[in-house]
């Protein structure tokens, strides 16, 4: 019996959700304060935030540190170039980074396409990816398969850049002419075939 009465006493959930949706909400009248009176209170309308908070990725971390491998004992001591403290950025030497690809293959995306070749897209993911870095990058565009060429332009962008980067033409084949035009003008290491080494 006590079991009936409770089960008739109790209102389903659906009728209880729609009382809530048309149940008459109190209006209340909203105003402006500075943030240290916020507390408690709620917000009138959404806040969106002026600026990113941190505005800029943030490693807050005293020290240096470098893998061995990328600089042994014997290439000497590094230079130190700029200091960045909290409250003073480096205000400075943005690394420039000047990017080429080289083959008579490529084509400019979008373009057509004659019979055995391709489009370049080794040198744009290049470039986007040292901007993102915060450097200031240059874009070489397409180098033919001609040793000279290359020479020339990997002479002329180590002068005004700290480093080169090259898509294709890296290996030891008949029309692989980046690694010989570097040798002509500096070093090689065997570690990597990407900037040319000035010594």
């Known amino acids: 019996m006590c079991r009936d009465l409770i089960a008739q006493s109790l209102t389903p959930l659906e009728d209880v959700l729609q009382a809530i949706e048309v149940w008459p909400r109190p209006a209340l009248r909203s105003e402006e304060v500075d943030l240290g009176s916020a507390i408690t209170r709620v917000i009138a309308e959404p806040v969106i935030a002026a600026a990113p908070v941190p505005p ?6 005293d020290g240096y540190g470098y893998r061995s491998s990328d600089w042994p004992p014997a290439r000497g ?46 040198r744009f993911v290049g470039v986007a990816f040292f901007q ?10 397409i180098l033919p398969d001609r040793r000279e060429a290359v020479r020339l332009a990997l002479d002329d962008a180590a002068r005004s850049h700290d480093l080169v980067v090259a898509s294709g033409g890296v290996s030891e084949g008949d029309e692989d002419h980046v690694a010989p035009a570097i040798r002509s003008l500096g070093s090689l290491s065997s570690s990597s075939t990407s900037a040319p080494g000035r010594t």
Not at 56 to 61: G, I, L, Q, T
Not at 134 to 141: A, N, P
């Open 56 to 61: 800029h990725r943030n490693s807050a971390v």
């Open 132 to 141: 993102r870095l915060g450097c200031e990058v240059t874009d070489l565009g």
């Open 77 to 122: 001591r590094f230079r130190l170039v700029g200091r960045s403290a909290a409250g003073h950025p480096w205000s400075g030497s943005r690394l420039k980074v000047a990017v080429f690809a080289t083959g008579d293959e490529l084509r400019q995306p979008g373009s057509p396409l004659p019979a055995g070749c391709i489009h370049d897209s080794n």
